[in-house]
């Protein structure tokens, strides 16, 4: 993290040229519980209908928000993009249906808190005291770091309208965020200063495989370099691993050898899903907004798409596929297993008992991991609605450019006037299909690390 950081602050002031353009939105808050309610019983019949429409096992599956484009570029051999690693680091929110963000916590910087409360075997009192101060002095300089990481992520939330465009990486690199990056370089730089003090004390101590799991750790030849017009210097940072790149999975799929075609359906009529049955056990309140539509350039809701009891939906697209995502060798899963249990440093314990603070779980330090990603492509739609719900809606749909369901979003432009999208009076449907060319990211799959 140091190294993107220090890169960033030297390099904001070259590249406001090649800053991404921001999302556009007009979407105003819920501010009614029904709404509210009516919002997340669509994330969570959509959460139902991929996983049995799509055959996807809800025991690793998250679906994720906001909509998010797979369109990474590929790098050379030895480097990635800021975006892909932002997305690949990320560790996912502990919920069925998750908001995925940039700024969010990286599994590498999660791993390497959990190394840091394994407790050392050691024999001698004296290093065992120097060890204890050492991570006292690590947990200041840590705390003083996630303040001011707390208020960049907040100050990129609101300049990015939490779209996640451009990454948080990026967003550093600009003009918007250069101040941030030079205050986070700074703190940055005081705890790696700490860690390296407590590395070196710990690797005098003899607990098993725990120096090996730091060694590799910092093993730079286990690092990629992050290849953005935004990094000067093309900073290092944990690498991990697509099971295919973007480019060509589109190129197979394009070629009819590559994904699957799927379609899922759904209506506000039947049960809602129970998250119970899912990994996370339930699900947060999602806050996006599940029916939304592209007027004059902005985002809006469609309120009465989640009120219309008689809506049914079904979306196709012409492939999906699931796309593995694999930690590097500076992570040593082994080593994971092997301290399940402890020993851990006083006031940590493997799930919080005690009230001490958990190290594995929901609350832990390790929670979840993502190991992959569930992608499609030329996504198409009909929606079914009452005969006041069309009327109601067909002027906004005459006019539109986009309409978003869930994490969907199917772009066009002037309704049935010029994209070829269709509204039927006589049966109460409007039909459209996407004309993007790129794939899209509608969820993640997990793995839970160490679960009780």
Same mark, same amino acid.
């Given at each position: 993290?140091?190294?993107?950081?220090?890169?960033?602050?030297?390099?904001?002031?070259?590249?406001?040229?090649?800053?991404?353009?921001?999302?556009?939105?007009?979407?105003? @808050?819920?501010? !009614?519980?029904?709404?509210?309610?009516?919002?997340? /019983? #669509? *994330?969570?019949?959509?959460?139902? +209908?991929?996983? &049995?429409?799509?055959?996807?096992?809800?025991?690793?599956?998250?679906?994720?928000?906001?909509?998010?484009?797979?369109?990474?570029?590929?790098?050379?051999?030895?480097?990635?993009?800021?975006?892909?690693?932002?997305?690949?680091?990320?560790?996912?929110?502990?919920?069925?249906?998750?908001?995925?963000?940039?700024?969010?916590?990286?599994?590498?910087?999660?791993?390497?808190?959990?190394?840091?409360?394994?407790?050392?075997?050691?024999?001698?009192?004296?290093?065992?005291?120097?060890?204890?101060?050492?991570?006292?002095?690590?947990?200041?300089?840590?705390?003083?770091?996630?303040?001011?990481?707390?208020?960049?992520?907040?100050?990129?939330?609101?300049?990015?309208?939490?779209?996640?465009? @451009?990454?948080? !990486?990026?967003?550093?690199?600009?003009?918007?965020? /250069? #101040? *941030?990056?030079?205050?986070?370089? +700074?703190?940055? &730089?005081?705890?790696?200063?700490?860690?390296?003090?407590?590395?070196?004390?710990?690797?005098?101590?003899?607990?098993?495989?725990?120096?090996?799991?730091?060694?590799?750790?910092?093993?730079?030849?286990?690092?990629?370099?992050?290849?953005?017009?935004?990094?000067?210097?093309?900073?290092?940072?944990?690498?991990?691993?697509?099971?295919?790149?973007?480019?060509?999975?589109?190129?197979?799929?394009?070629?009819?050898?590559?994904?699957?075609?799927?379609?899922?359906?759904?209506?506000?009529?039947?049960?809602?899903?129970?998250?119970?049955?899912?990994?996370?056990?339930?699900?947060?309140?999602?806050?996006?907004?599940?029916?939304?539509?592209?007027?004059?350039?902005?985002?809006?809701?469609?309120?009465?798409?989640?009120?219309?009891?008689?809506?049914?939906?079904?979306?196709?697209?012409?492939?999906?596929?699931?796309?593995?995502?694999?930690?590097?060798?500076?992570?040593?899963?082994?080593?994971?297993?092997?301290?399940?249990?402890?020993?851990?440093?006083?006031?940590?314990?493997?799930?919080?008992?005690?009230?001490?603070?958990?190290?594995?779980?929901?609350?832990?330090?390790?929670?979840?991991?993502?190991?992959?990603?569930?992608?499609?492509?030329?996504?198409?739609?009909?929606?079914?609605?009452?005969?006041?719900?069309?009327?109601?809606?067909?002027?906004?749909?005459?006019?539109?450019?986009?309409?978003?369901?869930?994490?969907?979003?199917?772009?066009?432009?002037?309704?049935?006037?010029?994209?070829?999208?269709?509204?039927?009076?006589?049966?109460?449907?409007?039909?459209?299909?996407?004309?993007?060319?790129?794939?899209?990211?509608?969820?993640?799959?997990?793995?839970?690390?160490?679960?009780?």
């Amino acid at each position: 993290m140091t190294e993107i950081l220090q890169q960033l602050e030297h390099s904001a002031d070259t590249i406001l040229t090649t800053e991404h353009p921001l999302a556009t939105t007009s979407e105003s @808050p819920i501010t !009614t519980v029904a709404g509210a309610e009516d919002n997340d /019983k #669509a *994330w969570g019949h959509l959460y139902g +209908a991929i996983a &049995s429409g799509l055959g996807v096992d809800p025991s690793n599956f998250q679906l994720n928000y906001p909509f998010a484009t797979w369109d990474w570029p590929v790098a050379n051999v030895g480097y990635t993009s800021a975006a892909q690693y932002d997305f690949c680091s990320a560790v996912p929110q502990f919920s069925a249906t998750g908001a995925y963000t940039s700024a969010g916590t990286e599994f590498n910087d999660a791993y390497e808190q959990m190394l840091h409360v394994v407790a050392a075997d050691t024999s001698d009192p004296a290093l065992a005291e120097k060890i204890s101060q050492a991570r006292n002095v690590l947990n200041l300089a840590t705390n003083d770091f996630q303040i001011t990481y707390s208020q960049a992520r907040e100050a990129y939330v609101r300049e990015t309208g939490g779209t996640n465009v @451009p990454s948080f !990486t990026e967003w550093l690199g600009s003009y918007g965020g /250069k #101040a *941030w990056a030079t205050q986070l370089a +700074a703190a940055s &730089s005081t705890v790696d200063a700490k860690k390296r003090l407590l590395d070196q004390l710990l690797s005098e101590t003899s607990t098993p495989g725990l120096n090996d799991a730091i060694l590799r750790l910092n093993n730079k030849d286990y690092y990629t370099r992050l290849q953005d017009p935004s990094l000067a210097n093309f900073p290092a940072v944990p690498s991990y691993s697509l099971g295919m790149d973007a480019t060509t999975w589109l190129q197979k799929v394009q070629a009819g050898t590559g994904g699957t075609s799927g379609k899922i359906s759904f209506s506000n009529s039947q049960a809602e899903y129970d998250y119970k049955k899912s990994w996370a056990g339930g699900s947060a309140s999602v806050g996006n907004f599940f029916w939304s539509v592209n007027v004059g350039g902005s985002w809006e809701r469609i309120d009465e798409f989640g009120t219309d009891n008689s809506l049914e939906v079904t979306v196709s697209f012409k492939a999906w596929d699931s796309i593995s995502i694999e930690a590097g060798r500076w992570y040593n899963g082994a080593f994971v297993r092997s301290v399940s249990e402890g020993p851990f440093v006083r006031g940590y314990s493997s799930n919080g008992e005690d009230h001490t603070k958990a190290v594995w779980g929901k609350d832990g330090i390790m929670g979840v991991q993502k190991v992959g990603m569930i992608v499609c492509y030329k996504p198409s739609f009909s929606i079914k609605v009452s005969s006041s719900t069309f009327s109601s809606f067909s002027e906004k749909w005459e006019v539109s450019a986009g309409v978003r369901i869930g994490p969907f979003t199917f772009t066009g432009g002037g309704g049935s006037t010029s994209s070829g999208w269709k509204a039927d009076k006589a049966t109460s449907t409007f039909t459209g299909e996407s004309t993007a060319e790129t794939a899209l990211i509608l969820g993640t799959k997990i793995a839970l690390i160490n679960p009780a």
